[in-house]
């Protein structure tokens, strides 16, 4: 009867997610830093961060990553300092009460594309493109839906009413997303050589969107196969001490 | 060397007859804490239980210590425990998952006292002083996953705060008052983060008491009868090995999600900031709510679905009351056991409801299930208590019933 039961209800949780409202699943794609030991790939890493400041900068921010964070992905100190003097900040205020720009360092955040949220909806027919940091944790199956979502443009079916201004994409909740297409063949010319194509630049901005959103994924790894190992022998220890101590018991 | 040591002896008893905390140590969960020597696996949830309580409290206080508890600052200072704090990753998830295995322990370690009858006399005390932990425990969490200041924390808080609005008469005042204000904001914020603190530490108050209240009966066993004294052992040092070898198996799995799942219980619009402005489509609490929400959304009437809601945990209180079969062990009750299996069976799917937007077939079963929950309660048990024939139990521990019992 017991067995019955919980057949029944282990039935029941399986075939549950069929009940469930119709939603749209993103493609599925391997990534490098899923598994056991998954790690980042730094070459990925920085061709992300160059479609990021290529394609997705000029309107959505990183509000958590400092440029000082960049040398976890590969960049030497001298590196990061130049690519932080690219950017301006504004600092201040100076002996005359003045606030004034200058060269961004290694310890300024990324700047925002956007002095405030309301210049950022005026410029962009009234959506706000939100902050990416933390994007690939922030939607269900995250790095497949942001990879899919940025490759599921397509033309409108027949008879799908989009407002002025919107999108089609298959992915998106409702199908009608603001922001249009970015990401096309040749989009960027890569730094490495790497040919860019499409699913190329989709895959290496979501690997370099998903280390800004879990940027200690690497060394979580390392020391959970770490302190498993320990718990495992720890496990054992305890089990042999266990049976040797309860043996004394007789049969129970 | 020999006088060194029995000088280091003379010092201990020094100290023992001034405060025996050994003494007290040995009584509670040592040598002199007789137990019943039959206990299987599911008697581990109780240790497990205080070792997650005393893991949740030592990584929640620093966790205090890099919080900011405002409301334009503690979605950021989480973030920056998460980056730029020492370990603050990992001290995180481990109090954030740690929350959701604290719940799974507690989970079976009612069940186990469900199944055995734990709650039947002489133990009733013992068992109210295990849903007060309970209760303690869901209050504690919630405001928990508050903190971080995400769109589930803010969305999640509006809706559980809402709910005291249905008390007739001074609901509004009562929301008001746990506000802070006229709309969840820094106060709440700020009370939430207060009494999160706080509760952890009355919990471990009634975890003493739970156990103290252990003591004068002693533990129950999977048969259920009284355990002769000859049919006990000290806890220290078989229990206590057995419950070591246990914390290893539940920390393999515990550390497995930590380390390669973190986030595979929270939602994620948590990541994305709170903002009062946007509601998100599908408000949904932590899993371990999931049951009793379902249980809110199936009753069409506000008041009403509260009451049921909470009052189908305080109907644990009147458990020793509803079932007063003399029988404890599910093990000797074959009617009864079939009852517990259904009964888990529906807090699951009551789980699985809880979690869909309440219309359509989950708001049927969620329906069904809440009615299942309360006649479990208040129709069967009693009446099992009258006409259900146990199996012939056994005359003690040591001497198994001759009869083919499964």
């Given at each position: 009867m017991r067995k019955i039961v919980l057949a029944a209800a282990a039935a029941f949780i399986l075939t549950?997610?069929?009940?469930?409202?119709e939603e749209v699943k993103p493609m599925e794609r391997e990534w490098h830093?899923?598994?056991?030991l998954g790690k980042f790939d730094k070459q990925q890493l920085q061709r992300g961060f160059q479609v990021y400041k290529e394609v997705c900068a000029s309107c959505h921010?990183?509000?958590?990553?400092?440029?000082?964070?960049?040398?976890?992905?590969?960049?030497s100190e001298d590196q990061v300092k130049v690519i932080a003097a690219e950017y301006q900040v504004t600092d201040g205020p100076d002996e005359n009460g003045d606030m004034f720009q200058r060269p961004a360092r290694?310890?300024?955040?990324?700047?925002?594309?956007?002095?405030n949220d309301q210049l950022a909806r005026a410029s962009n027919g009234g959506a706000l493109p939100p902050d990416l940091s933390l994007m690939t944790k922030a939607r269900e199956d995250g790095p497949n839906y942001v990879y899919s979502l940025m490759l599921g443009?397509?033309?409108?079916?027949?008879g799908f009413e989009l407002n002025p201004g919107m999108s089609y994409n298959a992915f998106f909740p409702g199908h009608?997303?603001?922001?249009?297409?970015?990401?096309?063949?040749?989009?960027v010319t890569y730094a490495d050589g790497t040919k860019a194509s499409a699913e190329q630049i989709a895959t290496d901005v979501v690997a370099f969107l998903h280390w800004t959103a879990e940027p200690k994924l690497e060394v979580r790894h390392a020391t959970g196969v770490r302190v498993l190992l320990f718990a495992f022998l720890f496990t054992v220890l305890a089990y042999l001490y266990k049976r040797r101590l309860w043996a004394r018991l007789g049969k129970h | 060397m020999s006088t060194e040591k029995s000088r280091l002896m003379k010092a201990w008893e020094w100290h023992e007859q001034r405060l025996p905390i050994g003494s007290f140590l040995d009584h509670s969960l040592g040598s002199k804490y007789p137990a019943p020597k039959?206990?299987?696996?599911?008697?581990?949830?109780g240790s497990l239980a205080l070792f997650m309580l005393v893991t949740m409290i030592i990584t929640g206080v620093f966790l205090a210590m890099n919080y900011?508890?405002?409301?334009?600052l503690a979605f950021n200072s989480v973030e920056r425990i998460m980056?730029?704090?020492?370990?603050g990753w990992l001290i995180r998830y481990m109090h954030s998952n740690g929350a959701s295995f604290f719940f799974i322990v507690v989970y079976i370690h009612i069940f186990r006292g469900l199944y055995y009858g734990s709650y039947k006399p002489p133990r009733e005390v013992l068992w109210w002083m295990g849903v007060v932990i309970y209760l303690l425990m869901m209050a504690t969490a919630f405001m928990g996953y508050v903190l971080p200041w995400g769109q589930m924390s803010f969305w999640g808080a509006t809706v559980i705060t809402n709910l005291?609005?249905?008390?007739?008469?001074v609901g509004d005042a009562i929301v008001t008052l746990l506000w802070?204000?006229?709309?969840?904001?820094n106060p709440t914020l700020n009370r939430f983060f207060a009494l999160h603190y706080l509760l952890p530490f009355v919990i471990v108050g009634v975890v003493f008491i739970h156990i103290w209240a252990l003591h004068v009966p002693g533990s129950n066993n999977p048969l259920g009868i009284d355990a002769a004294p000859a049919d006990k052992i000290p806890f220290f040092p078989y229990y206590v090995a057995k419950d070591v070898f246990g914390l290893g198996v539940f920390l393999m799995v515990y550390f497995a999600v930590v380390f390669?799942?973190?986030?595979?219980?929270?939602?994620?619009?948590?990541?994305?900031p709170a903002n009062p402005m946007v509601t998100p489509p599908h408000i949904v609490p932590e899993w371990y709510y999931l049951p009793f929400y379902a249980i809110l959304r199936a009753i069409p009437d506000k008041l009403l679905g509260v009451v049921a809601m909470f009052g189908s945990i305080l109907i644990l209180f009147v458990l020793p009351w509803l079932d007063r079969?003399?029988?404890?062990?599910a093990s000797f009750r074959p009617i009864f056991r079939i009852f517990f299996w259904i009964f888990l069976a529906n807090g699951l799917m009551l789980g699985w409801c809880g979690a869909q937007?309440?219309?359509?077939l989950p708001l049927i079963l969620s329906r069904i299930g809440t009615f299942w929950y309360f006649f479990h309660f208040i129709v069967l048990l009693p009446l099992l208590s009258w006409i259900e024939t146990p199996k012939p139990l056994p005359a003690s521990i040591s001497q198994p019933v001759l009869s083919p019992a499964e």
């Open positions: 549950a997610p069929a009940f469930a409202a830093f899923n598994g056991m921010s990183l509000n958590y990553i400092s440029f000082r964070n960049l040398e976890d992905i590969g960049y290694p310890s300024d955040h990324i700047p925002h594309p956007f002095a443009y397509k033309e409108a079916p027949n009608q997303i603001a922001m249009p297409q970015q990401i096309t063949d040749d989009r | 039959n206990l299987n696996y599911w008697w581990n949830f900011t508890a405002h409301v334009t980056r730029d704090v020492n370990n005291f609005s249905a008390i007739p008469g802070g204000g006229f709309s969840v904001d390669w799942a973190p986030n595979m219980m929270g939602d994620p619009l948590n990541y994305v079969h003399p029988v404890r062990s937007l309440a219309e359509g």
